[in-house]
Each structure stands twice: as structure tokens, then as C-alpha cells.
């Protein structure tokens, strides 16, 4: 509903709504205004247009009514339009879904079929149908469709390989949604506008392909088409113009409607993409948030985040991942254990293999990554994503979903995971948003990602996570994307709520000094192996390993305030 009244809010969407609206009503209501049949004799032949009140265009060589046809023709083209459209974006969406979910050959023969009906110009297509199976309005939507699906196909298979790598559909993935439910939730409302605003261009070139086949008489002869009046006036042109000109007028009228309005849905998206990117440089800045404890239930009730043996919640043993198409692995042979409760932070620079921890600890490692070890859980079970595992992604611009409200993406775990009703949902989400330290929540339930600086989107991504009460808490560097005083803000956040609720925090990082003021342990990676872990003070006073050194000389070289580990030490 926002991209639609972004839309109206352009004139060129503006305009093109109010031609069509226009041509729809009067489509609509041609039964009532000219009862019978257009196509019956209704007065003298060639009457000139506005001579004749009973016939305000005038009439055809046969007699009948111009301004009555084009009424009546404008249902049959604005059918024929739509029709076509939606069949082509059916069969479109569905090829286009199908490549890019099957991938590897099916995707690539399916592509391969695509080229193949893109290369033959749609016309020729519909025009050779029609030649074949005869002449009638089913015939010619189903021939128009035919030629025009694969457009929609390539586009959606192109967005939905960009939305599927999304965080918020990882993030729909760690809240346990079915995978039906993903496509449906998460990345079709996603793939649809850009896709809608294609589909308005096959609106139009439907509309034209119809009035061409009907001027080249391949048209219905039983229903009047603009196309036939056209083709009709062609005979008289010299004498009575305007047989050709009232129709194609109606027909340009059409054609500009759609394409203002394909104009306005596309300038609003781009828009949109635009207000995302000024608002994403933007940051806000909050007081410190006051410790709260968690009500009810807390980590104690998920089975996975209960204390195991020795206190222990995970341990990998021999664990690597290498992805698709990479022969270095990005993990190997790694053996840490998580304890429950602690604050484990994961130290490391890019490409170190910490991000790839996190996720083959939540289930989110990409199709084809080969893994080898093993992962044990205190439980004997992984946790259930959404419910006791919790995930703050990297970017929070990206791992918000665009189309839904901020209300809805909190809400859905506590709805889903703890069985509340949706006004039960709400209130949780409120009460979540007023945890993390969000001015007007009530407000920010109706509000979108895109209305909401970085920081406060990473807050309501900490609100998502924790909204079910998992008792493990995994933040892939949830603060890379603010600047240095929001990092701080909302480290402190997180480290205070999962401390009130008694949850597990892994927390991923390539800042040792962010680190250092809250974790319990760490953990320092580099290229994909572990060098070393310990208690957290005693790592950063004294390191064992050069590589730990490296890191804790780096920052006294920046000459920034003495690590936690070291004061005293």
C-alpha cells in the first residue's frame, strides 16, 4: 500500500491511473450506456462526427454508431490486455521461480527455453498462432501470453536470486517459517513490484498486438476491437478520417495510461531504493538502556540452551566448510566449545571464518557447502531456529524485510514460537521495542525499515531476535554497518538484555576492543582456523600465539584506551 501511494503521489502515475480508471468505467458501464448490440445498423451511413446528437461521432459506411463501438471496444482490449498480461505473468513467475530454486541444469535448460521464445518477436509468435488455431478473443490472449512470458520469467529469476541471499530471509529461515511460507512471505512481496511495473508494459504491447491483429483481419468478427474500426475506416480514409482517427485515438489513450503507470510504479521504486540508501547513512543516538529483567520463561526453557555436561551447550569437533566452487576450506578442523550462559566473543578479520561459524552453528550455511565434523549439543539436538536460537545479522538495513512493518517482523516469532495470538504478538513486539530503548513504539509498530536510521534498525533487529526468549543469542557483527558511537550503544544493549534474560551470546567481531568490555571469553580466528581462546582477560593481558599479539599491538598502535584485560594487568 506505501509503493501505491508513492506512486499517486507522481503525476505520472497520478495521470496514467486516472486514464485507465476512466477507460474502465466507461468499459464497464457500456452495457448501460449503449444497450444492444454495437454492431447493429443503427442509423444513416457516414454520418459526419458532432452533426448528429443521436450520434455524437458519428457513423461507420454500415451505419452504425462510432462512439458505441469504441465503448464496447474498449472492454474487448482492456480484457485482452489484462488477460494476457496475467496469463504471461503466470506462466512467467512460475518458469521464473522454478530456474532459480532448481538451479544447475534444470535452471539452465529452463533459461535456455527462455532465450529461445525472447529471440522470436512476440508478434510474429501471436500472429503465426492465431494463423494456425483461428481467430477468437481466448485464442488471441492465450497467443499474446505466449509471446510475452519470458520477459517476466528472466526478471523474476533475477530477483529472486538476489532476495533469496538476503538477511531477512536468512532471518525467515532462523524463525523456523516453512519454506512455502518463505516464498509467499518474504521474497515474493519482494520480487512482485518490479516485476508488476514489467507487467504494465505487457498490458500495453497486448493492447497494440490485439488492435494489429484485428486491422489485419485475424481479429474476432463476432466483437467489435478498436483494431477493426481502424481497420474498417482505412477504406474511407480521405473522406471520413475520422472512422480511423475516434478509435486510435482511444487506442493511444490506453497505451499512454499504461505506460504512465508503469512510469510512476518504476520512479517509486526507485525512490524508495533511494530513500533506503539516505536513510541507511544515517545513524541514532540513545541513552544508555537501563538493565530490565526478562518476565516469564527465559533460557532455561529451551531444551538446547540448557546446561550440559560441565556446563557445556556446543562443541564442534573437526568442523570444516568449504563453499561451492572454493577449493581453501573456510573452516578447518575447528574444536571450540560454548558454555551456557557465557559471552563468547569471535574474534577475527575478513575471510577468517568467524561469519562461517555462525551460521553452520544456526543452519544457514549455503546450498552446496560441504561440511565434515560434527557439532554436539548439550540437548542432543540442534536448537530450533526462532525459538531457541536467536540471530542479529550483519547489515540491518538488509536482514529487515522492506514490505513488512516493523510491528509484523517482531512479532512473528513471539506469535510463532511462544503460541501467542496476534494481539498477544503485538503487545510482546511492544514491549520488546521499549526493551531496546525505541522512542514511540506504538508508532514504530506501523512503521517500515526504510523509516528508520541504522541504529534503530539494529535495535529492532535485537528485538526480533530475542522476542521469543532463545537461549542462545549468535550476533554476526551486528554493528560493522554504525558508527562508533552506536557500536557502543548497541553493545551494551545486547550484552544487557541477554544478561537479564541468563541467555548464551556468541558474539562475531573483528574489534577486539569492542570485545574486550563485555566477553566472558574469546575466541581468535584467522583463516578459517582457531589460534586461540581463553578467558578474555587473561587472552588480551598476556597472549600466548603471535597472531593474538599482532592484534593486541594493533590497537595500542592506534594509540586508543588500554583493553579491559590489560587494566591492572
Not at 450 to 459: D, I, T
Not at 524 to 543: M, N, Q, R, W, Y
Request: proline share 7%; hydrophobic share 50%; with cysteine.
Amino acid at each position: 500500500m506505501k509503493l501505491v501511494g508513492d506512486m499517486l503521489r507522481r503525476p505520472e502515475g497520478a495521470t496514467g491511473l486516472a486514464i485507465l480508471v476512466l477507460l474502465a468505467l466507461l468499459a464497464l458501464l457500456a452495457p448501460v450506456l449503449f444497450p444492444g448490440d454495437p454492431l447493429k445498423i443503427a442509423g444513416r451511413a457516414l454520418t459526419a462526427p458532432f452533426t448528429d446528437p443521436a450520434f455524437p461521432l458519428g457513423t461507420d459506411r454500415l451505419g452504425r454508431d462510432v462512439l458505441a463501438g469504441i465503448v464496447h471496444g474498449a472492454r474487448t482490449s482492456l480484457f485482452v490486455g489484462l488477460a494476457a498480461a496475467l496469463a504471461a505473468l503466470a506462466i512467467g513467475l512460475s518458469v521464473g521461480l522454478a530456474a532459480s530454486f532448481a538451479g544447475g541444469i534444470a535452471d539452465e535448460a529452463l533459461m535456455r527455453v527462455v532465450d529461445a521464445f525472447q529471440i522470436v518477436p512476440s508478434f510474429l509468435l501471436a500472429l503465426a498462432f492465431v494463423s494456425v488455431i483461428g481467430a477468437s478473443v481466448p485464442v488471441v490472449v492465450l497467443a499474446i501470453a505466449l509471446g510475452a512470458w519470458a520477459d517476466p520469467a528472466r526478471l523474476t529469476r533475477a530477483e529472486v536470486l538476489s532476495v533469496r541471499g538476503r538477511d531477512y530471509v536468512a532471518a525467515a529461515r532462523i524463525a523456523g517459517m516453512h519454506p512455502v511460507e518463505i516464498v509467499l512471505r518474504e521474497i515474493l512481496p519482494n520480487v512482485l513490484p518490479p516485476v508488476l511495473a514489467l507487467s504494465a508494459i505487457i498490458v500495453a504491447t497486448a493492447i497494440l498486438t490485439e488492435a494489429a491483429l484485428s486491422f489485419l483481419g485475424l481479429g474476432d468478427p463476432n466483437v467489435v476491437t478498436w483494431g477493426s474500426m481502424i481497420a474498417e475506416g482505412r477504406n474511407v480514409l480521405r473522406s471520413s478520417p475520422f472512422l480511423s482517427i475516434f478509435p486510435g485515438l482511444a487506442l493511444v489513450a490506453t497505451v499512454v495510461g499504461v505506460y504512465l503507470l508503469s512510469e510512476g510504479l518504476t520512479n517509486a521504486l526507485a525512490g524508495e531504493a533511494s530513500v533506503e540508501r539516505k536513510k541507511s547513512r544515517r545513524a541514532g543516538k540513545y541513552p544508555p538502556l537501563p538493565c530490565r529483567a526478562e518476565g516469564g520463561a527465559g533460557a532455561g526453557d529451551n531444551p538446547p540452551a540448557e546446561q550440559g555436561e560441565e556446563g557445556m551447550l556446543c562443541r564442534t569437533k573437526n568442523l570444516s566448510v568449504t563453499y561451492r566452487g572454493q577449493e581453501t576450506p573456510a573452516l578447518t578442523n575447528l574444536a571450540l566449545a560454548i558454555h551456557a550462559g557465557e559471552r563468547l566473543a569471535i574474534i577475527g578479520e575478513s575471510g577468517s571464518g568467524k561469519s562461517t561459524l555462525a551460521r553452520a552453528l544456526a543452519g544457514l550455511l549455503p546450498e552446496g557447502a560441504e561440511v565434515e565434523g560434527t557439532v554436539r549439543w548439550a540437548a542432543g539436538a540442534a536448537p530450533l531456529p526462532g525459538r531457541d536460537l536467536g540471530f542479529v545479522l550483519q547489515d540491518p538495513s538488509a536482514s529487515l524485510n522492506p514490505v513488512l512493518t516493523i510491528g509484523e517482523q517482531v512479532a512473528e516469532g513471539a506469535r510463532r514460537h511462544l503460541g501467542l495470538s496476534w494481539p498477544k504478538a503485538r503487545a510482546r513486539a511492544l514491549d520488546m521495542l521499549e526493551r531496546v530503548r525505541l522512542p514511540e513504539p506504538e508508532k514504530l509498530l506501523a512503521a517500515y525499515p526504510h523509516q528508520l536510521s541504522g541504529g534503530q534498525r539494529q535495535r529492532v533487529a535485537i528485538a526480533a531476535a530475542l522476542a521469543a526468549r532463545p537461549g542462545l543469542v549468535i550476533a554476526d557483527e551486528p554493528t560493522s554497518a554504525l558508527d562508533m558511537v552506536v557500536q557502543a550503544e548497541i553493545v551494551a544493549l545486547l550484552d544487557e538484555l541477554v544478561r537479564a534474560a541468563g541467555m548464551t551470546l556468541v558474539f562475531i567481531t573483528h574489534d577486539i576492543a569492542l570485545a574486550a568490555g563485555f566477553a566472558d571469553r574469546v575466541a581468535i580466528f584467522k583463516d578459517g582456523a582457531l589460534v586461540e581462546t581463553g578467558p578474555a582477560a587473561a587472552v588480551l593481558a598476556a597472549p600466548r600465539e603471535t597472531y593474538t599479539k599482532m592484534l593486541v599491538a594493533s590497537h595500542r598502535d592506534l594509540a586508543s584506551p588500554p583493553l579491559v584485560g590489560e587494566i591492572g594487568a
